[in-house]
């Protein structure tokens, strides 16, 4: 089905009329706890005054230099401007309220101001903080596309705004800063976002600004890029901004606003930003276990809908740099006039196959629809499904073809209301020379570095690459075990659409994982363009061979064969005694490399055998499921969740590289126990069982995509160390697999499961 988008913002705007007056306080929205993880926050993870996949993600700035380390820094001691853009390679329009006495001249260029915690309020859709150099109390909030602050200024000074025009915010540079007056409240902008490594064209940020008392005074300076606007002596009256952005044209910036903010009620805005959270949070719930899990659970669940941000206006219009030069394309629109979906700006889908493609196609069927819809609009405009698009343009940002197992997964899960022709021609093309599997990480001008072409000729990629050096990741045997399985995801939807000539070549080269596998060591490992293996091999050294990883990790990356790969290893009972060699030595390390993704190459970190805090290791518990050992499954993701995935603090969450949801929402799916090993990409796939850490847990099922109505997973007798499955039953009926088929766990129903501490 087609989305309609406007249709769904009136109804969530309906919701809390009749979903939520029954139930009690604390809403879903009122457990998340937005500081998870702040203090090693980069530029696009921390969150506050946003949508869903809002356009605009509005919070104050401690770091403006650089994607990593970036942003809103929780041990940091001063605030440099609040931004309305926290994306994947995109920043833009940040501002900061002054108040002042003598010339504000000087302000242009030194503006930072001191803050404290004391004096600080988060939550979903709000934040609000105290400027003590300025004694000036700022509030935020924001509806999809439009920013909104409120500024308490002190009596007796001026008062005024500064606009960021020019020089570092985030991944990038400020250019061509322009700002000018339309009347005596409103003005008219734009910044563009330079070039990056990662995002290889400028992108240019269009914005409209109102405010709700008219401007007084103008300053700006030669020597600096910045603007400020003055209002005088506000008397202690309240001073409210509305700043909406557009990625195509002023024209588009003030409809924007129009559409969806055409009021100054600063709290209205924030009590229906909350009931949209309140629906998509509100969609799981869960009893049971302690509150500080329950708050994390909806911390992760939030997180998960997060990061990958819209760039369409309302009308539909957006950004297209597929091309050699910017085009401004148009969503199609529906019988209404209304588009049909947004577009977005999306980090990678790399790791998405055990992440969001499973959580989103779940329960959040109509988010991961428009994502296809988007995804399928690049290809149209382009030539390319991309897997990590930002400011309209592609990035090829990490490697192979992840962009596949999404698509496949939801058709083998019903959800194909986009052209799915369509779709595949461009994923079948994403596999070949000169797709997506042919580029390497970052770079963008060529279609190298991926060696797709010496994938299909030698059965594996070499390592070093011998081509020469065309961006990053090009680590040979881990692109290899990437490719065998998106190829395998490809077979199947091939398969299903009675392309049996591409399901027998893309089948075939699916058993690719074999060529890099060495018996002798008993490691997957890389080879040389000659075929020779790797010398000196250590399994444990990080970044040889494997993209983010070390051997020991990306050995079980064969999601699509395990009962292969422990034939190679000589039998389930030696994949199962190695496995759990690693899990025990990667246990003293809290199953993570530090605390930090930065901090992932680290001498002692580097080697973890098991390294929860990226994406190549995700599905690594869940493993054993397919080894005959349900039981260390279950024990193993429950000690995972208790180590890397329930702290509820500033310094922790997520204990390395949560890309945009991926890790939000694999902590989600391990705590209602649920996981896909491929995706979902096979017929009528399995939900595997886990460990679930929650007595019960409901599912909301989207009634436009799925016949049932609910999913309640109640897990009996459950406990801090009960964690293994003794009885499992769905509907009343006794499971003989190792979790529940999706077309029978969307028909709805009770999945029972009697939990005890012995195996």
Known sequence: MNIRWSRLVIFIALLPLFSFQLKPDPQPADMVYPLLDAANSRWFYFSSATRPFGMVNLSPDHEIDGAWNSGYRYDADSIKGFSHIHAWQLSGVSVMPLSYTDAPEALLNDYYSSYSHDKETIRVGYHQVYLDRFDIEAELTATHRVGMHRYHFPSGKQSGVLFHLGGPLGPSAMLDGHLEKRGNRT????????????????????????????????????????????????????????????????????????????????????????????????????????????????????????????????????????????????????????????????????????????????????????????????????????????GGNYTNVMTGASSTPFFVGLYQKGIRGFDVELAYQGLKKNHLPGGMMGRSGYEHLTAKGGNVEDYIDKGYVPYPNPRGRFGGHEQGAGQTLEYSFQDWTLAQLAKALSKKEDAARFLSRSNHYQNVYNPESGWMRPKNEEGEWMEPFDPYDYGK????????????????????????????????????EQFLAAEKLGFTSGTSHAVETHPEYRRIPVNYGNQPSMQMAYVFNYLDRPDLT??????????????????????????????????????????????????????????????????????DYYPGETVTIRAENNGPEHYYIQGKRFNGKPLQEMGVRHNDLVKGGILRLQMSENP
Do not use: C
């Open 187 to 390: 003005l008219v902008g734009s910044v563009t976002n330079a070039p990056t490594s990662r995002r290889p064209k400028p992108i240019t940020v269009h914005f409209q600004v109102a405010f709700d008392q008219d401007i007084q005074s103008w300053v700006e300076h030669p020597d600096s890029p910045h603007i400020i606007v003055g209002f005088g002596n506000l008397e202690a009256k309240p001073l409210q901004m509305k700043v909406s952005i557009s990625y195509t044209h002023p024209d588009n910036a003030l409809e924007n606003m129009q559409q969806e903010l055409p009021h100054w009620d600063f709290e209205q805005v924030e009590s229906e930003t909350r009931a949209v959270w309140n629906e998509m949070l509100g969609r799981i719930q869960i009893e049971g276990n302690t509150e500080a899990q329950r708050r994390r659970f909806y911390t992760d669940l939030w997180k998960a809908l997060q990061g990958r941000r819209t760039i369409s206006d309302v009308n539909g219009a957006y950004p297209d740099h597929t091309g050699s030069s910017l085009r401004i394309g148009q969503v199609p629109l529906d019988e209404a006039g209304n588009p049909r979906f947004r577009h977005f700006n999306s980090d990678s889908f790399w790791g998405a196959q055990w992440t969001i493609s499973v959580l989103w196609a779940l329960v959040y069927p109509d988010i991961a629809e428009e994502f296809a819809h988007s995804f399928l609009q690049y290809y149209q405009d382009g030539g390319l499904i991309p897997r990590g698009p930002s």
């Open 545 to 580: 061979g494997f993209v983010e990883a070390n051997a020991a990790q990306f050995t079980w990356f064969v999601p699509h064969d395990l009962p292969g790969l422990a034939e190679l290893m000589g039998g389930k009972d030696k994949a199962v005694e190695k496995l759990q």
């Open 634 to 703: 279950q024990y193993w993701s429950r000690k995972v969740l208790d180590k890397a995935f329930s702290a509820l603090t500033p310094h922790l969450g997520f204990n390395g590289d949560e890309d945009q949801g991926l890790m939000g929402s694999l902590a989600v799916l391990m705590k209602l126990g649920l996981f896909q090993m491929n995706a979902g990409t096979d017929e009528n796939p399995i939900y595997e069982l886990g460990s679930p850490i929650f007595d019960k847990a409901v599912i909301q099922l989207h009634p």
